[in-house]
């Protein structure tokens, strides 16, 4: 099994909504990966887990709060977003943390804020 | 802050046709990765390249790798349509809690 899954595919909220993006990897790998990407444009890394401690915070707005339960879940928690907030929501995890290391993507949640 | 920038940040070429993509940086990098997003997917791993010079090949995707690791290239010989894809290089660098860093992105189109 070489798959990231996430859930939900598709997210429409408004701005006073509270929802979570789910990411599940059953690979073994133990760091695990939260990005965003604006149509057209390359990836934008938000938070990353390593052993299930946050190892990187992008300088992330607190509007956005991720949480990683156990080595194979990830959750990223959604409150109070703003319409600028709305893109394609990337889960990705890697064997470890690396510079080598090969990323292994989920399909995505394209998340869209009203 | 290190920077990757590709050129071209479009292409639209036919079925057939040979391009490059390049990948530059006034950075070095310990590796660079190579990743082919499709509409609505994740960017999925092509290759990745460790030493300075080193080329691989992947069926008609030809990778290379900067004799100074600043630099990369993508040559594909022959496109198809199912080409058609955003290509991302990304660096890398050695060490714990190192990030991998993006690219501006290529858009490929290859029509019939």
């Known amino acids: 099994d070489t798959e990231v899954t996430q859930t939900p595919k598709h997210l429409v909220m408004g701005m006073t909504n509270k929802k979570s993006l789910k990411c599940e990897q059953h690979?073994?790998?133990?760091?695990m990966y939260w990005y965003k990407q604006k149509a057209k444009k390359p990836p934008e890394l938000m938070f990353v887990?390593?052993?299930?401690?946050?190892?990187i915070n992008e300088s992330v707005p607190s509007r956005f709060s991720p949480e990683c339960p156990n080595s194979s879940l990830l959750n990223l928690h959604l409150h109070a977003l703003q319409p600028e907030d709305s893109a394609l929501y990337l889960c990705?995890?890697?064997?470890?943390?690396?510079?080598?290391?090969?990323?292994?993507f989920g399909s995505g949640t394209q998340l869209s804020v009203l | 802050t290190q920077l990757l920038e590709q050129s071209p940040q479009f292409l639209s070429i036919q079925e057939g046709e040979n391009l490059t993509v390049y990948c530059n940086s006034s950075s070095v990098f310990s590796s660079l990765q190579w990743y082919r997003q499709e509409p609505g997917e994740g960017p999925v791993l092509l290759v990745t390249v460790v030493t300075g010079g080193e080329v691989k090949k992947l069926k008609r995707l030809t990778f290379q790798f900067g004799d100074a690791r600043k630099d990369s290239s993508l040559h594909i010989t022959a496109a198809q349509t199912g080409d058609t894809g955003l290509y991302l290089c990304?660096?890398?660098?050695?060490?714990?809690?190192?990030?991998?860093?993006f690219g501006t992105g290529t858009r490929l189109q290859v029509t019939l």
């Open positions: 990304a660096g890398g660098n050695a060490g714990t809690a190192s990030k991998l860093t």
């Open positions: 990705a995890s890697s064997q470890a943390l690396g510079g080598y290391e090969k990323l292994f």
């Open positions: 690979m073994g790998h133990r760091a």
């Open positions: 887990y390593s052993y299930e401690k946050l190892s």
